[in-house]
């Protein structure tokens, strides 16, 4: 799966993307997702109301932003193994944004889903 998770606006075209790598990872595979947060300097103020679809001026091309909490929901078949929130100056459009990024370590859980994130981590 090569794509990006936070381009797919649909609840049910994630929830295929879901499936689809929960079918195709190892059972000792491990799936790195990063993504951009809510918080995010550029992204973030893009959200209009309670929605987290977004699209971005410049390229005229929608995501969805993400809290860590609605990656744990969506991603309830996985054990997260870390997660790590970063916090730091980015370029984007030619300009500097405090960019807000998520990053999640995951593997397949066939048993119960044990999650041990620690969202207060701030790397740089």
């Known amino acids: 799966l090569h794509t990006a998770y936070r381009r797919q606006r649909q609840m049910c075209i994630r929830d295929s993307y879901r499936k689809e ?29 309670d929605t987290r679809k977004i699209v971005d001026p410049e390229t005229d091309v929608g995501s969805v932003l ?42 397949k859980s066939t048993t119960q889903v044990n999650v041990n994130t620690d969202f207060s981590q701030l790397g740089s």
């Open 21 to 49: 790598l929960f079918r195709v990872l190892k059972d000792d595979g491990c799936y790195l997702l990063s993504l951009a947060g809510k918080l995010d300097g550029y992204y973030g103020p893009l959200m209009r109301g």
């Open 66 to 107: 993400f809290d860590p909490d609605d990656i744990v929901k969506e991603f309830k078949r996985f054990k997260i193994i870390k997660t790590q929130t970063i916090s730091k100056a980015g370029l984007m459009h030619g300009s500097i944004y405090n960019r807000v990024t998520h990053a999640f370590i995951m593997e």
